[in-house]
């Protein structure tokens, strides 16, 4: 959904789900500079015709999503936007507007519209014989799952599970069980607020992100992520530029993607 200008402004002084990948530097799409100053509304996000559909796309998908999981379709009406949520312990510093919430459920959706070439972001299919696909997820996505997933826990409370439901079009949605990775959800929290001090705070400097700094978020100094997230430093099987000119990834063993739902039964 298109964020209200009440969300907009919750936001603009935060790190947010879509935004901290970019703002600590684990986003090949922004560098932080860039992912700041759309943060602080500096620089405008013009929006195109992904942008648009996806905005139309995201209730199908999501709806999709919840159909494959192994959930009574009853209880898969109850699911909801819950709006922007600010995170209960540092509510200054992070916020979040998470998809898809099933508060009985106690899971949470975050839906990805994305082009057929993005799959080649992923370093695999969500596997059958492992329980969790954090390890399969580009980096940027899993840190805005994690993000989604720490906030929405210690707002309703309870043990919380997380999906990204992968949409690469016509029947290919690959679903992902994310499950809450509490190392690397402290050293993210740890890095954003050093991030926020310097660079985000209404009461602090606000400077521009730059790579020279040191807050250890944004700049070169510390890499948060070492050894907590062992695969964000491995690379992709295709950069960004790469995939713009890549052919369809899609043979006919894509149709096995739900294995991993099917296979897994209850979580
Ligand atoms: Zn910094």
């Known amino acids: 959904m298109p964020l209200t200008a009440a969300q907009q402004e919750l936001r603009r002084t935060r790190l947010t789900g879509s935004s901290i990948a ?20 500096l620089r405008e996000f013009a929006g195109n015709d992904d942008t648009e559909a996806g905005n139309f796309m995201e209730d199908g998908i999501g709806r999709l999503a919840l159909h ?7 209880t898969a009406k109850a699911a909801e936007s819950p709006g922007t949520l600010l995170h209960p312990e540092f509510s200054d510093v992070f916020a979040v507007t998470p998809d898809l919430i099933v508060k009985s459920e106690r899971i949470g959706i975050q839906i990805k519209n994305h082009l057929p070439w993005a799959a080649k972001r992923y370093r695999d299919k969500p596997l059958s014989t492992v329980r969790w ?19 929405v826990s210690k707002v309703y409370g309870g043990e919380w599970v997380w999906f990204l439901a992968a949409y690469f079009g016509g029947s290919h949605l690959r ?16 890095a954003g607020r050093n991030f926020w001090r310097r660079h ?3 009461a602090g ?11 250890g978020g944004c700049g070169r100094g510390q890499a948060w992520w070492i050894g907590r997230w062992q695969h964000a430093t491995a690379p992709m099987k295709l950069t960004p530029k790469e995939l713009l000119s890549a ?11 739900f294995g ?3 296979a897994g039964g209850r979580f």
């Open 205 to 215: 400097p606000a400077s521009p992100p730059s790579p020279d700094c040191t807050c």
């Open 260 to 262: 991993a739902i099917t």
């Open 68 to 74: 494959k999981l192994p959930i009574d379709p009853e």
């Open 200 to 202: 985000l705070d209404p």
């Open 22 to 41: 970019g703002l600590l530097g684990r986003s090949p799409w922004d560098s932080p500079l860039e992912a700041w100053e759309l943060q602080r509304g």
């Open 133 to 151: 696909h954090n390890h399969l997820l580009p980096g940027d996505k899993l840190m805005q799952c994690l993000l989604e997933l720490d906030v």
């Open 175 to 190: 679903v992902y069980w994310i499950r809450r990775d509490t190392r690397t959800i402290e050293a993210m929290l740890a």
């Open 247 to 257: 052919p369809l990834p899609f043979g006919g063993d894509d149709d096995d993607a």
